[in-house]
């Protein structure tokens, strides 16, 4: 089936929810593909793909500020729960920048679903994808992601201090691609408050360009 076509047999629903949509941009020109791409992306969500779901709940949790947040986390807790590691990063850092009760339950399913063997995959897709945005939500970006990015923190497992070092962060964030990901590998908690915090950074490079 063309990537852009739809059809409404209800027994394509596993057809949808196992669909790729590699060949299908992420932010296609309206004026082109007028609402086929929609129609698509919106009929493979409505069946569960964790792809569509994923760009779904970005484009409305980071895209479309508070008014649609809640919308967006459940669609990424539920690509993220369904084993995309991409949308684990995201997911994850939504818990982990909500500090409190939810950063160890943040943590915990990133390091499950993030390892080195899929880190490099992983960071390319969310740079390529932020970076494509056609919009981010400034509200978003000032009263969560620019806060935690700023503060010390303290691993929530060894205890370690945290300092988010501007410089390097933003390094890190503007050379995914182009070399190979190493953790330190001393504490997997460690690592995981890292990915959130160069996550943080793609959109703060976004704010500062």
Same mark, same amino acid.
Request: aromatic residues 10%.
């Given at each position: ?10 027994? %394509? ?23 086929? &791409? ?9 069946? =569960? ?15 479309? =500020?508070? *008014? ?12 993220? %729960? ?38 490099? #995959? ?12 056609? &919009? ?7 009263? *969560?992601?620019?806060? &935690? ?14 300092? %988010? ?8 964030? *503007? ?6 990901? #190493?953790? %330190? ?25």
């Amino acid at each position: 089936m063309p990537p852009f076509e739809t059809d409404n047999n209800d027994e %394509n629903e596993s057809i949808y929810r196992q669909m790729s949509l590699v060949d299908v941009p992420d932010f296609p020109q309206v004026d082109f593909y007028g609402n086929r &791409y929609q129609d698509l992306v919106d009929r493979c969500r409505e069946n =569960g793909n964790e792809e569509a779901l994923f760009r779904h709940g970005m484009d409305h949790y980071f895209g479309r =500020g508070s *008014t649609s947040s809640a919308l967006g986390r459940e669609w990424l807790m539920r690509a993220a %729960n369904g084993g995309h590691p991409c949308t684990s990063i995201a997911y994850c850092s939504i818990l982990v920048m909500s500090g409190a009760d939810e950063v160890p339950t943040g943590l915990n399913i990133m390091s499950n679903a993030v390892n080195p063997s899929n880190l490099q #995959e992983c960071r390319d897709r969310m740079a390529e994808y932020v970076g494509g945005m056609p &919009y981010v939500s400034m509200e978003m970006v000032f009263s *969560t992601i620019l806060p &935690y990015c700023e503060k010390k923190l303290h691993c929530s497992a060894c205890g370690a201090d945290l300092e %988010n070092d501007w410089t390097v962060g933003m390094m890190e964030a *503007t050379m995914i691609g182009q070399k190979q990901i #190493e953790w %330190n590998g001393e504490c997997k908690a460690c690592d995981m408050h890292w990915e959130v915090f160069i996550f943080g950074m793609l959109f703060c490079s976004r704010w500062m360009d």
